[in-house]
């Protein structure tokens, strides 16, 4: 079946630090990837999407580009502030009228000021 | 936008009691999931409605539990005689142009 791999479990990074969380997939067809993040006490929050090969999603300073040769859709962003400190889930959907969402095991972040 | 509502957001139950919880999907949203998080199995589906049709229920477990959707403004996942396993935090999302939107969750504990 479908799945999601996120290499970090935990991230500790300063204000100003750049970010990135590696996130891999397995899927049998052409998936839309996602990132959410979710606060304490709160449901998972959509950052973006993105659908197609080379295709760049980005939000609230996040970005990242889906790479379907490299099964890969990484997060980064240039600058974290400590705002950012959540937990980070990056998620596969079917393509067209997209179904359940495949979930990887989430990032901790913490932003230290 | 009130967002996605769900009730209660805290429920504790004795084991071998009914739950059920209750979701509220922003309007004009079409599909209507159920997700249950805990930190040993991450966040799970369980089950979806597309224009208040079933569509999918593959991560229900078979035995005990069931979800409906009576009309378009609201579904509720009923779990009978639960069990101390069943404990997590069960999310209903409702999705617009194939992008799934969360509702804060409600924390089950079965004691």
């Known amino acids: 079946g479908d799945s999601v791999t996120q290499t970090e479990g935990q991230v500790a990074l300063s204000e100003e630090d750049f970010l990135t969380i590696h996130c891999n997939y397995s899927a049998s067809g052409y998936p839309a990837l996602f990132w959410y993040v979710q606060y304490p006490g709160e449901g998972p929050q959509f950052l973006f999407r993105a659908s197609r090969d080379k295709e760049k999603g980005s939000s609230r300073g996040f970005e990242a580009t889906y790479d379907k040769g490299t099964t890969s859709f990484h997060l980064r962003k240039a600058s974290v502030q400590e705002s950012d400190s959540a937990v980070y889930y990056c998620?596969?959907?079917?393509?067209?009228?997209?179904?359940?969402?495949?979930f990887g095991d989430g990032t901790v972040l913490t932003v230290k000021p | 936008n009130a967002g996605v509502i769900q009730t209660p957001r805290h429920k504790v139950t004795g084991k071998g009691q009914e739950a059920t919880l209750w979701c509220e999907p922003i309007?004009?949203?079409?599909?209507v999931f159920w997700y249950r998080q805990t930190i040993v199995q991450g966040l799970e589906f369980l089950t979806y409605f597309r224009n208040q049709a079933p569509i999918d229920d593959s991560g229900m477990p078979k035995e005990r539990f069931s979800a409906q959707m009576p009309n378009q403004s609201h579904s509720t996942l009923k779990i009978q005689s639960t069990q101390p396993q069943d404990s997590a935090v069960y999310l209903c999302a409702s999705s617009y142009q194939d992008t799934q939107y969360f509702g804060p969750g409600t924390r089950l504990l079965v004691l």
């Open positions: 998620a596969l959907g079917e393509g067209t009228n997209t179904g359940k969402l495949t």
């Open positions: 309007s004009g949203h079409s599909a």
